[in-house]
């Protein structure tokens, strides 16, 4: 009896949960035709046959497609929008399979057939091991005795997260392991090229690419189609696109979506690294730019990446090197000559768009520039879910709340995280692990990744587009600040709302305040709170120390401002804190004998705060005790829209202050808090913070031995400390 078979449309894999896993959704109207229920095997045909679990897509409904991994593809020999043949699999159960590594030489220790349990499979099939599975059952399925204990087993795997060649299976076809199946896993690495049915090997997938979904969608239309579909360009009567230049910070992705695309694709790909292509001898980098060009015309379709391309591409009007300018001249020529270059296709990376040879980028070379940002919240979950994919992690471990409390991370900053969260379970077993022997199941079962490493991980992770300007988000909240409570309210009002929820603003049709100026004397907590608030709203934290962005070279300074604004931008949401902002934004026309620095940054700061660019969730805190001379174009509103005066405490508020200050201190009965802060008037809380210290240091001075502080040390320190100010110091600002 013939099988019935479905010809459906190939989508790529949406849940991150089914990468590598052998799992194929289809639309529930196909899998009836097919009389498939959730969890049956399929066969899979294109240019070889491969096999799948089908499970019904519900957001699929009446398109037509399957939605299959990168690795799936492959196997089938199927790309992206390209046509197969789906029917219901005839499944034997496997006498002998053998397998191989594709990248690396491997070792095994311990039976490693756990690791494959049911898994199908055929020759010439790339397999990944060690993805990690989801513990929800099938709907209609139940599961035998000996499934269960492989599931068991599949917990303490022996293997990692490796990619294996099937190079043979007995019998032939679509085979599946068994509790009877003769499991041989090769050390060496294989040569794909002497496996039947087996094409190169999946190096990157779109489905390894995460949070970039419109990028990997414009970089598709202008890379795959033009290769894969040259004639909807002839009938159209246009050319198709010749370069695709992605910019961006460091470690987004664009090295990445590069691979991804040649390997989707198909195409032949050379990899140019901007700097290797420079000769020390005339005309050679020009010679290197035109072997590789003649190789992709040769070898067509071809993608040629060049990576770092202002290394190579600089202005030619700024360079001083006239090895750079022929380049850049070889490269135009090559990119646009008389001569035509075919199906190929160029991809440009960069991270200084800007400093490009501005005849580069124009249509006709690159035509089309993608830009490559930091991710977002959503964006940051996907990129956490494919690097956690192969990692055994606990059941506290909440990805949604990692995500959202790392702002301003890149893909490679996220990578880095997860590695580091496991490195922290490597040196928490190591101990257990003594010389050669195998580790035993109890050791292995023992290696899972909890919440607490991600949360140690996270301290030592900066994100890398803030690492010259980035002070660590502090680690002081509101319970650390006695006092000040008006203080707080109005900061928590226009600093963590805005940033917390900004869909409650839009709601009333306003917009947040822009910046909040903190004025007060000395010691009375401005810095103190402005750490609070950016810790309390889970922003990042720039610091600025207002001095430290003066030059003496001309336009260093402005350069300085608008460089602490680029990165606040980019890294979203962001508090940017500049302490002692006197110093730099004093009122125009005073600053004689400073060469007029202090005028331009003023402007600066003011284009930057209000100017043509919008901000978006970047708020600016301000502090100073000179209020008197700021410049007025930063105190109007629109600018630093709200003045809050941090006054000195009071009777209450030095209480709090005294308690802050005390919590950690071994406190004799006698000592009388509220007695204290009468005493302190004028006080402010550095005195108060000093007063405590004080009374510490002078009763370990008279017995280093001592278990707790009296009231005696305390009134010896306050005739010590004396109060800094006063706050009619402040009265003459107002």
């Known amino acids: 009896m013939e099988r019935q078979e479905i010809n459906l449309k190939v989508a790529e894999a949406i849940a991150q949960s089914d990468v590598g896993r052998g799992i194929a959704r289809i639309d529930p109207a196909c899998m009836e035709k097919l009389d498939l229920l959730d969890g049956d095997i399929i066969e899979i045909e294109a240019n070889k046959i491969t096999a799948a679990k089908a499970v019904s897509s519900q957001s699929d409904i009446g398109l037509g497609v399957i939605r299959i991994d990168g690795i799936l593809r492959k196997n089938a020999g199927a790309s992206i929008g390209g046509e197969i043949i789906v029917r219901k699999a005839e499944v034997k159960e496997a006498k002998k399979i053998v397998l191989a590594p594709v990248e690396h030489q491997i070792s095994i220790r311990g039976d490693v057939r756990s690791a494959f349990a049911n898994q199908v499979m055929t020759q010439g099939d790339i397999i990944v091991t060690g993805v990690r599975q989801q513990r929800t059952p099938q709907p209609g399925r139940g599961g035998s005795l000996i499934d269960d204990m492989f599931r068991e087993m599949m917990d303490v795997s022996p293997l990692g997260e490796i990619k294996l060649a099937v190079v043979s299976t007995s019998p032939a076809g679509i085979v599946k392991v068994g509790p009877n199946t003769t499991l041989e896993v090769q050390t060496e690495p294989v040569d794909v090229s002497k496996v039947e049915g087996m094409k190169n090997v999946i190096d990157v997938s779109y489905e390894d690419i995460g949070g970039l979904k419109e990028e990997v969608k414009k970089v598709r239309e202008m890379i795959e189609?033009?290769?894969?579909?040259?004639?909807?360009?002839?009938?159209?009567?246009?050319?198709?696109?010749?370069?695709?230049?992605?910019?961006?910070?460091?470690?987004?992705?664009?090295?990445?979506?590069?691979?991804?695309?040649?390997?989707?694709?198909?195409?032949?790909?050379?990899?140019?690294?901007?700097?290797?292509?420079?000769?020390?001898?005339?005309?050679?980098?020009?010679?290197?730019?035109?072997?590789?060009?003649?190789?992709?015309?040769?070898?067509?379709?071809?993608?040629?990446?060049?990576?770092?391309?202002?290394?190579?591409?600089?202005?030619?009007?700024?360079?001083?090197?006239?090895?750079?300018?022929?380049?850049?001249?070889?490269?135009?020529?090559?990119?646009?000559?008389?001569?035509?270059?075919?199906?190929?296709?160029?991809?440009?990376?960069?991270?200084?768009?800007?400093?490009?040879?501005?005849?580069?980028?124009?249509?006709?070379?690159?035509?089309?520039?993608?830009?490559?940002?930091?991710?977002?919240?959503?964006?940051?979950?996907?990129?956490?879910?494919?690097?956690?994919?192969?990692?055994p992690l606990d059941e506290d471990v909440d990805l949604d709340e990692i995500a959202d409390t790392t702002h301003g991370f890149v893909g490679a900053d996220l990578e880095s995280l997860c590695k580091e969260a496991a490195m922290r379970v490597v040196r928490r077993i190591l101990p257990e692990i003594k010389g050669d022997e195998e580790i035993p199941k109890e050791t292995l079962k023992k290696i899972i990744v909890k919440k607490d490493d991600f949360k140690e991980a996270l301290k030592e992770i900066q994100p890398s587009a803030l690492r010259e300007v980035l002070v660590q988000i502090p680690d002081i909240g509101w319970d650390d600040i006695g006092g000040l409570e008006n203080a707080k309210q109005e900061l928590q009002e226009a600093v963590e709302w805005p940033l917390k929820y900004p869909e409650n603003f839009e709601k009333f049709g306003v917009k947040p305040p822009k910046g909040t100026l903190l004025f007060g004397s000395p010691g009375t907590g401005k810095t103190l709170l402005a750490k609070a608030v950016a810790n309390e709203s889970e922003a990042n934290f720039i610091a600025v120390k207002g001095p430290e962005l003066l030059s003496k070279w001309v336009g260093e300074s402005e350069k300085g401002v608008r460089e602490v604004f680029r990165k606040a931008r980019q890294t979203a949401p962001t508090v940017v804190f500049f302490d002692e902002i006197d110093s730099i934004a004093s009122t125009r026309g005073d600053s004689s004998g400073d060469s007029g620095v202090t005028q331009r940054v003023v402007n600066q700061l003011l284009t930057e705060i209000d100017g043509m660019e919008e901000l978006q969730d970047v708020a600016i805190i301000a502090a100073t005790n000179r209020p008197d001379i700021i410049d007025p174009g930063l105190m109007r509103p629109g600018r630093f829209d709200r003045h809050i005066k941090v006054e000195n405490p009071n009777e209450e508020g030095r209480l709090a202050i005294f308690k802050v200050h005390s919590a950690d201190m071994p406190l004799a009965k006698d000592v009388n808090l509220k007695k204290l802060a009468k005493e302190t008037e004028d006080y402010v809380g550095a005195d108060i913070e000093a007063v405590c210290r004080e009374a510490a240091m002078l009763t370990l001075r008279d017995n280093i031995e001592a278990k707790e502080v009296s009231m005696k040390y305390f009134n010896k320190a306050m005739e010590k400390v004396k109060p800094t100010s006063d706050d009619g110091d402040m009265v003459q600002y107002l």
């Open 225 to 391: 189609i033009p290769l894969k579909r040259p004639e909807l360009f002839e009938r159209l009567g246009i050319s198709p696109p010749k370069g695709v230049l992605m910019h961006g910070p460091p470690g987004t992705g664009k090295t990445l979506l590069a691979k991804a695309v040649a390997s989707e694709s198909d195409a032949h790909f050379i990899l140019i690294n901007g700097p290797e292509i420079m000769s020390k001898y005339v005309g050679g980098s020009e010679e290197n730019l035109r072997e590789f060009f003649e190789e992709a015309e040769e070898n067509s379709p071809s993608i040629i990446f060049i990576d770092e391309l202002d290394a190579i591409a600089p202005k030619r009007e700024e360079t001083q090197g006239e090895v750079e300018r022929r380049t850049v001249a070889q490269l135009l020529t090559l990119m646009d000559g008389l001569k035509s270059r075919g199906q190929v296709v160029v991809i440009g990376a960069t991270n200084r768009p800007d400093s490009l040879d501005q005849a580069l980028r124009r249509p006709g070379r690159f035509d089309r520039e993608i830009e490559i940002g930091v991710p977002d919240s959503e964006e940051r979950k996907e990129v956490m879910e494919i690097h956690t994919r192969g990692m």
